[in-house]
C-alpha cells in the first residue's frame, strides 16, 4: 500500500503546497477552539498572506453569486448574503489589524504595506461594483415596505450608505480617480503609523548619574533600573517615550534640560528617517481631493457626514465653546505655576515641560496631596475589578477570567463574558501593557 502511495505523492507534488495550506491554514476554516477565539499560537506569518488572498477570491465569487441570482432582490439574497460574504476575510483581517497594532514586527509591517493596495482595490471592486450597487439600491427603495426589525434596517441603511459613501453614484471617470487615491492613502496611513512607532521606540534616554535622578520616586527608578538591564545597560536607567515611562519623567524630574528633551523627543518632528511631514502633507492632499470627488468641500465634513455632529461646524462651535470656558482656566493655573517657579529664584519661565513637574507642587502645595499617596488604590488589579463590578451592576454581566486561552502576548488576558442570565455574550482580551511592537496610545 505505501509504495503505491509513492507513484500519487510524485506526481501531485506540485499541488502538495496548496493543499498543506489548505488543511493547516487556521485562517481558512472557522477556529475550531473554545468559544471560537483565535488560535494564536497557531497562527503564523505565512499563513496571512494566503488567507488574504483565498479570502478575496471567497468574496468575489459570493458577489458574483449574489449578482447573477436571477430572483428579484430581496433582503436575504442580497444584504444578508453581502454581509455573510466574507467570512475568510473576516477572520484574517480581525487577527491581522490587531496584531499590527498590538505586536507589530518589521515583517507584519512589510506585509501590511504589502497587501494594502490589493485590499483597497479589492474594497474598490465591490463598492463601485455597479450591478451589484443596482441590486442594493432596489432593496433600499423598498425599505418601508419590507417590515424589517431595528437591527435588519440599520444594516440596509449602513450597506446602502455604504456604497454612496464609496463612490457608487459617480462618473466612471471620477470612480476611476478615486481608486487610485484610495490605494495611495492605503499605504501611506500605514507609513505614517509605522514611522509614529519607529520613533518613539528609537528614542530612548539612559542616565547614568544618580544625582540626573532627583526627584524621580523609588519605584520609578527601580523601573528604569530593570530597562537598561534589559536593554544590555546594567548599572544605568533607561527612561522611554512610552506613557509609563514619559509622563512621570516630565511629573517628578528635577532636571529640567532632560525634561525638554523628553518632552521634544515625543513630538516626533526630527528630520529623521521617520519624520512624517511629508506623509503628513499627501495625506491631507489625497483626502482633499476624496471629499471633493465625493461632494464635499473638505474631508472633515466628509467623515463627520456620517457622525451625529454632521459637519465641522457643528464641531468647531463645540470646541470654541469649550474653549471659551478652558482657556481662561489654564491661563490662572499657569499663573500659579509661574508664582512656584519665581519662588525658586532661577529666573525661568513657564515651557510646556515644566507643566506637569509644576503641577504636582501645586497639588503639593494647595491640597497636600502627593499622587504617590493615592497610588496603592489604584493597583491595576483593583481598578480592573472595579469597572468589571460597575459593568455588572449597570448590565448584570459578569467576566471570569479564563486559563489555558491561546493568546498572541504573555502580557494578555482572557476574561469570558455572561450575560445576566447567565448565557455566553463574548470573549474579553486585555492588554494593558506598553511594548516596543504595541502602538502608542498619545496622552
Known amino acids: 500500500m505505501f509504495k503505491k502511495c509513492i507513484f500519487i505523492l510524485a506526481t501531485s507534488c506540485m499541488m502538495y503546497s496548496c493543499t498543506t495550506q489548505t488543511e493547516t491554514n487556521p485562517f481558512l476554516t472557522e477556529f475550531q477552539t473554545e468559544h471560537g477565539v483565535p488560535p494564536f499560537d497557531k497562527i503564523k506569518l505565512e499563513h496571512y498572506e494566503p488567507a488574504f488572498l483565498k479570502g478575496i477570491e471567497e468574496q468575489n465569487a459570493n458577489i458574483d453569486a449574489i449578482v447573477n441570482n436571477s430572483e428579484a432582490p430581496t433582503f436575504e439574497n442580497v444584504i444578508v448574503a453581502l454581509d455573510n460574504s466574507s467570512p475568510i476575510l473576516d477572520r484574517v483581517s480581525a487577527i491581522f489589524y490587531n496584531m499590527t497594532e498590538a505586536e507589530t514586527t518589521d515583517d507584519l509591517k512589510e506585509l501590511s504595506i504589502k497587501l494594502a493596495p490589493t485590499l483597497s482595490e479589492h474594497s474598490d471592486n465591490i463598492s463601485l461594483n455597479q450591478d451589484l450597487f443596482k441590486k442594493v439600491d ?6 418601508d415596505a419590507l417590515g424589517l426589525t431595528t437591527e435588519q434596517q440599520r444594516l440596509l441603511e449602513e450597506t446602502y450608505k455604504g456604497f454612496v459613501r464609496s463612490g457608487a453614484n459617480l462618473s466612471p471617470e471620477k470612480q476611476a480617480r478615486l481608486r487610485e487615491v484610495n490605494k495611495e492613502l492605503s499605504t501611506l496611513g500605514i507609513k505614517f503609523s509605522d514611522n509614529v512607532l519607529n520613533e518613539n521606540n528609537a528614542f530612548k534616554l539612559y542616565i547614568d ?3 540626573d535622578l532627583a526627584g ?6 527601580q523601573s ?7 536593554d544590555g545597560q546594567e548599572g544605568k536607567w533607561l527612561f522611554t517615550l512610552g506613557n509609563a515611562s514619559r509622563l512621570p519623567f516630565l511629573q517628578y524630574s528635577e532636571n529640567r534640560p532632560l525634561r525638554e528633551q523628553m518632552y521634544k523627543a515625543y513630538r516626533g518632528n526630527n528630520n529623521d528617517k521617520n519624520d512624517n511631514k511629508k506623509n503628513i502633507t499627501d495625506i491631507v492632499k489625497l483626502r482633499l481631493e476624496k471629499a471633493q470627488l465625493l461632494g464635499f468641500d473638505c474631508y472633515s465634513n466628509f467623515v463627520l457626514d456620517n457622525t451625529m455632529a454632521k459637519n465641522s461646524t457643528a464641531v468647531m462651535d463645540f470646541l470654541n465653546n469649550l474653549w471659551s470656558y478652558s482657556l481662561p482656566k489654564a491661563k490662572a493655573e499657569a499663573v500659579e505655576l509661574q508664582k512656584i517657579m519665581d519662588k525658586e529664584g532661577k529666573g525661568e519661565k513657564l515651557e510646556a515641560w515644566d507643566w506637569w513637574f509644576y503641577t504636582e507642587k501645586l497639588r503639593k502645595e494647595k491640597y497636600n496631596l502627593e499622587e504617590d499617596e493615592i497610588k496603592p488604590y489604584f493597583k491595576l488589579e483593583n481598578v480592573r475589578e472595579g469597572a468589571f463590578a460597575v459593568a455588572n451592576k449597570l448590565y448584570g454581566i459578569t467576566l471570569t477570567k479564563l486559563e489555558g486561552i491561546p493568546v498572541y502576548h504573555p502580557d494578555v488576558e482572557v476574561f469570558e463574558v455572561k450575560d445576566a442570565d447567565g448565557s455566553h455574550l463574548g470573549v474579553f482580551y486585555v492588554d494593558y501593557f506598553p511594548r516596543p511592537g504595541k502602538a502608542v496610545v498619545h496622552g
Open 216 to 221: 524621580l520616586p523609588d519605584w520609578f527608578r
Open 209 to 211: 548619574k544618580e544625582e
Open 224 to 230: 528604569a533600573a530593570e530597562k537598561a538591564k534589559e
Open 138 to 143: 432596489a432593496v433600499y427603495q423598498q425599505k
